[in-house]
């Protein structure tokens, strides 16, 4: 009978402790790269985010590419459902880690959220650069047995609400399809018009994000954590400036109750 290992297997990170510590790290490496004593001062963020989800760095377009869409990805601004609940949380005195968690929350669903962003990368695996495969692709599901997500109820990577192509959207979407040679992206911005007539709703920040993932080769629940990480600075910021200015300040949204037992006869 063999006993179960007590090391933790991983392919991504190799640290070798100290001598006189085993809880202290001497050296780290992050796939073969001597993260303190090789990459510091000379590596850029976006690469050390690429090197823990791949073996090797992508090409400089690529790179570029990613760090553009992080840029539009960093605040979804405060009339998005992650960022209002971190500021509720921070604003009632919640510490930070409940806000960003919180915010982790609200921004994982299938309207605009992470499980969004999946939906898109899995329907364009199915459907790639082809008109009729996305006008045969189906717009809602009946989601699959133990599931915690409720049935999609629209094309993934389009607005349900949406009446038309938010400005900001057009312009994330034109300034990633100039990177380099990006084939989803540039397929898109091409036949945006003809994609939202097939879906009947407007190509919304998800649909475009799930593109930019496709073209980087991330695999769709790599692009859902990464949407789910990208988006978090805007939460962080937004939440530290209500806690500062306290919940009598904070603009909570009515609520209407159905059964307000102050309405009721007494018995």
Not at 57 to 70: C, W
Not at 80 to 96: H, I, N, R, T
Not at 208 to 230: I, N, Q, R, W
């Amino acid at each position: 009978m063999s006993t179960p290992t007590q090391s933790i297997q991983t392919r991504i990170w190799r640290e070798e402790a100290e001598a006189d510590n085993p809880f202290a790290v001497r050296s780290a490496h992050c796939r073969g790269y001597d993260v303190f004593g090789q990459m510091l001062g000379k590596a850029r963020w976006t690469e050390m985010l690429c090197l823990l989800f791949r073996d090797d760095l992508p090409s400089p377009e690529a790179l570029h590419l990613l760090e553009t869409l992080a840029v539009a990805l960093a605040n979804p601004g405060p009339r998005d459902p992650s960022v209002y609940s971190a500021m509720c949380g921070s604003a009632c005195g919640s510490p930070a880690a409940a806000s960003l968690m919180a915010a982790l929350a609200a921004g994982a669903g299938r309207h605009g959220g992470a499980r969004e962003v999946f939906d898109a990368m899995t329907a364009w695996q199915a459907c790639g650069r082809n008109l009729v495969s996305w006008s045969d692709y189906p717009a809602t599901d009946s989601g699959q047995a133990m599931d915690i997500w409720p049935a999609r109820e629209h094309l993934p990577g389009f607005d349900p609400h949406g009446v038309s192509t938010p400005t900001t959207v057009v312009q994330l979407l034109t300034a990633l399809a100039g990177i380099g040679t990006p084939l989803c992206l540039g397929w898109l911005a091409n036949n945006r018009l003809e994609l939202e007539k097939l879906a009947g709703l407007p190509l919304n920040q998800a649909g475009v994000a799930a593109a930019a993932f496709v073209d980087l080769g991330f695999s769709p629940k790599e692009g859902e954590m990464l949407y789910l990480l990208l988006r978090l600075p805007g939460a962080a910021a937004h939440a530290l400036e209500q806690e500062a200015n306290g919940f009598k300040n904070f603009p909570f949204c009515a609520v209407d109750l159905t059964d307000d037992p102050d309405n009721k006869e007494a018995k």
